[in-house]
């Protein structure tokens, strides 16, 4: 595969990142996608557009947020030098809202008068939730019943922002089966309704427009690692589910070749027990289309979709953004995955070393952290997004710890 | 995008049977069911009755694991299928079964891309010009993606069915017109299937606005439950598509495990009988 000039054009002008991406949508919603990306165009062409998301950010969010050199573990793991960016220190505590204040300054930019949105985890729907209170527009968020069932607090915390939370009753009631639904309002409602998607994932030009909105992490990674230590970092860990947080920090950095990418996929019970037992698309699954977009998905033989397993929620999902496909395929990033076990082992050594109790998700991240870390000398500089904060996972954890609470 | 100028000649069944029906001065009716739904044996039961009571055109919903585009009735159809073990090949052997008994009802394959996909597109049309399949409808395959299937499709002499619908516009028309062959199926409503009917003189206006882009015959679905509605998509379109309400007869055939219930083929083919009084009644 011949090496591009940069890994940063993507996507080309009908939304592929190599052969993946694209625009594979019903015809009703096909006008509504070409609205979206015109919209999405002139509003990055217009300095009050950028102006507006960053006093946002600044004084809703609370951003920039630290890059915080995390000093115990580091001495723990005895050898790369661990630096977390505090995503989970954000406004509702994950890299989240990153996406909603840009999208939802753009539904309005657009004229549109009501939201909708899926969630898995109900990280992205509390996000939404949140930015609809703050906008004052009405709110629907689609959440798979099982969903519903292991993240109570954030389906709690949805209806006090106001939304109307809607429970999905069809296939495995997890994530795809909310996105599922959301398409299904967004077709049926095309004329008021912006669908403010969670995940650089979706048909064009969303994988391009939340990636652009989730950049501001690796944009301040880079300024606030040259104040800490003078210059860039050496590796970058990330998780990935749909993968928004890890496009985010990785791709200011797609161009220094110095710098080392990680992805971090959910195993579940394992990659070796089989598709069902586990959610990694790129590591365990293989091309094709669904929700709009070409990427590795979770499939069987006739194409037909598997439920993914894993013990985050916010992972579970069975494909992943198009552009992780391709800098899978060219070799740019580096694509492993963690499996329920690790992740718990290290959600639980966050928690007592550093004194931060991280996401689920966040802890697929760290559990590859504390594989590569203990072989990488003291002078190399490794940045984990904690992409959120686990509170909402503490009733799955204490379960799987056998703890009633 | 650009036209296609190299396209094959298809086998002509679809074109032969609207023309049939021009000839009768009568609207055609489209029956949809999900191959394989509620498991193989009905559903060819009722696949090979239906022309005999009344189907003029076939479409065969090729089953999904993610019907996103559809309503709850088709998704229920498709999860059956799916667990009863219909794969696309199935697909092809049900539509082969069929030909066998009979060579003059089109049969069109109705579903979603990524089972294609994982078949392999030329594969898979090779495969399905074998079985007597004359054209595909996918609905997430909009002309913006032509080149994944439906240039391929037509190339190997496989009609490629839009849907239009009501959000495209006279800009856009000509877009989703161009590299359409067999007819044009126009989606009543902004919505899901088998969800709210549209009102008959907006289903009149988009017939005709459609006419004004195009020589193909329009089909009209989505939303048509009974034989005096499908009477009157009859009476302004060339065909009228039923497909959520003929499942939904379907489903109540199953007993408490799903399983098919003795009559539940020959109550499913009465239901289409009556559509067909419907549509052919409607223009005397």
Known sequence: MTRPNTYRSGPDERGHFGIYGGRFVAETLMPLILEVEKAYREARADPAFEGAIREQLKQYVGRPNPLYYAERLTEKLGGAKIYFKREELNHTGAHKINNCIGQILLARRMGKKRIIAETGAGQHGVATATVCALFDMPCVIYMGETDIARQQPNVFRMKLLGAEVVPVTSGARTLKDAMNEALRDWVTNVADTYYLIGTAAGPHPYPAMVRDFQSVIGDEVRVQMQELEGRLPDSLVACVGGGSNAIGLFHPFLDDPSVQMVAVEAAGHGIEKGPLAHAASITGGRPGVLHGNRTYLLQDEDGQILEGHSISAGLDYPGVGPEHSWLHDIGRVEYVSATDQETLDAFQLCARTEGIIPALESAHALAEIVKRAPKLPKDHLMVLCLSGRGDKDIFSVAQHLGVKL | ?284
């Open chain 2, 1 to 284: 995008m650009s036209a296609l100028n190299d396209k094959a000649v298809d086998n002509g069944r679809i074109a032969r049977r609207f023309a049939a029906l021009k000839a009768e001065g009568r609207a055609g009716l489209v029956t949809f069911i999900t191959a394989g739904d509620p498991d193989l044996e009905t559903c060819r039961a009722v696949l090979h009755g239906l022309p005999a009571a009344g189907a003029d055109l076939i479409e065969l919903g090729l089953p999904f694991s993610d019907p996103m585009a559809d309503g709850p009735a088709i998704q229920a159809a498709s999860l059956r299928a799916l667990h009863a073990g219909t794969t696309a090949r199935k697909t092809l052997d049900l539509v082969r079964g069929f030909r066998a008994t009979d060579a003059d009802t089109p049969v069109i394959l109705m579903g979603y891309y990524n089972p294609i996909h994982a078949y392999g597109v030329d594969r898979f049309l090779a495969d399905a010009i074998e079985a007597g399949v004359d054209g595909l409808i996918v609905v997430d395959l909009p002309p913006e993606e032509d080149e994944e299937l439906c240039i391929p499709a037509l190339k190997a002499g496989v009609n490629f069915i839009r849907l239009a619908t009501p959000t495209t516009d006279d800009k856009r028309l000509p877009t989703v017109l161009q590299n359409t062959s067999g007819f044009v199926y126009y989606v009543s409503i902004a919505g899901i299937t088998g969800a709210a009917s549209a009102d008959n003189a907006a289903v009149g206006a988009a017939v005709e606005r459609l006419k004004r882009h195009t020589d193909l015959p329009v089909a009209v679905g989505f939303g048509i439950k009974t034989p005096e509605q499908a009477a009157d998509v009859a009476r302004v379109a060339d065909a009228a598509v039923v497909g959520s309400a003929i499942v939904t007869r379907l489903a109540g055939g199953l007993d408490a495990q799903g399983k098919a219930r003795p009559g539940l083929a020959e109550d499913v083919l009465g239901f289409v009988r009556e559509l067909a009084g419907g549509v052919r009644g409607a223009r005397v």
